[in-house]
């Protein structure tokens, strides 16, 4: 059973005057046209789950299997030893907080690099075809300084998540273990589940900073990028930062697991909103993410 198709609701004429939008925002009639936004069916065949895992591109490869090299890869060579974070000092939380300031730029500002200061894919299958221009509503009167604000305290929330954890770890209060092999399907199970566990979490918590009194104050900020680029994806009010990455604190506080579920956890919820804030609809390149619906929820 399927859902009933949403349609993009600018106007499919392409020669007609503008169109205002919403926060003063204008889209002309020769804005790019999505791909009909729908819904997944409920009861998928067993061969659509599996093109769906297994295809490419899909749920394993390549963008899940990218960010879980991109933790491995931390985890090995950037993570202080659990060891070490017996007391909160400096000495082991300034190499986590570089490693995630250099993940910070090298995704967002990457993407943003490539996009918005080479544009080097021009205004192709942009969303609103208009570059984000000077607004006093934004702070700093620019909507990418002000990305780039929030953005800098959703690293340092990001950061003081994961010290949380290797700190409880050190100290015993939580439990964990070191040896991934130890009971390899166990981890192989709990890796898949941190996925969908994020969709679940970022649902939930949608939907309440969507209740009015903190929509007002908290996820209005969020919101004023009706034209977002990369730098908004994290490009949110404090409050909403912390509920935000308060999905590692399940499963890891909960149930003994490795540190890489954690790291894979906070890595995948940092990471992965600048694609899909990107403005473009590039779904069709496969290394490229991008979500129609989530650039309608903003325009």
């Not at 933790?71 to 000092?89: D, R, S």
């Not at 730029?105 to 969303?127: D, P, R």
């Not at 934004?138 to 700190?167: C, I, K, P, R």
Request: with cysteine.
């Amino acid at each position: 059973m399927t859902i009933p198709t949403r349609r993009h609701a600018l106007p499919a004429s392409p020669s007609g005057p503008a169109e205002k939008a919403s926060h003063g925002e204008h889209e002309s009639r020769s804005a790019y046209k999505a791909a009909p936004v729908q819904y997944a069916p409920l009861v998928p065949a067993f061969l659509s789950v599996a093109k769906w895992a297994f295809g490419f591109p899909g749920f394993l490869w390549p963008w899940n299997l990218i960010w879980l090299c991109i933790t491995v890869t931390t985890y090995k060579f950037t993570n202080p030893a659990i060891e070490e974070a017996t007391a909160l000092e400096m000495s082991w939380i300034w190499p986590m907080l570089a490693r995630n300031l250099v993940l910070l730029w090298v995704v967002c500002g990457g993407w943003h690099g490539y996009l918005y200061i080479a544009k080097a894919n021009g205004t192709e299958k942009k969303y609103n075809p208009s570059w984000p221009k000077p607004d006093p509503k934004h702070l700093f009167g620019d909507q990418t300084y002000e990305n780039l604000f929030y953005s800098h305290l959703g690293w340092l929330v990001w950061t003081a998540y994961e010290v949380f954890f290797m700190h409880m770890w050190a100290t015993g209060r939580l439990p964990y273990y070191s040896d991934w092999f130890a009971n390899p399907w166990y981890s192989l199970a709990w890796l898949i589940a941190i996925p969908f566990w994020r969709e679940f979490h970022f649902y939930w918590v949608h939907r309440l900073i969507h209740w009015k009194p903190l929509y007002k104050y908290v996820h209005s900020l969020h919101h004023r990028n009706v034209n977002p680029g990369p730098w908004s994806g994290l490009s949110m009010h404090p409050v909403e930062l912390v509920l935000y990455f308060s999905v590692v604190l399940f499963p890891s506080a909960v149930f003994p697991l490795h540190p890489i579920h954690m790291l894979f956890n906070a890595q995948h919820t940092a990471l992965t909103p600048a694609a899909g804030h990107s403005g473009f609809d590039l779904a069709g390149a496969p290394w490229y993410t991008g979500s129609t619906f989530h650039y309608l929820h903003h325009r």
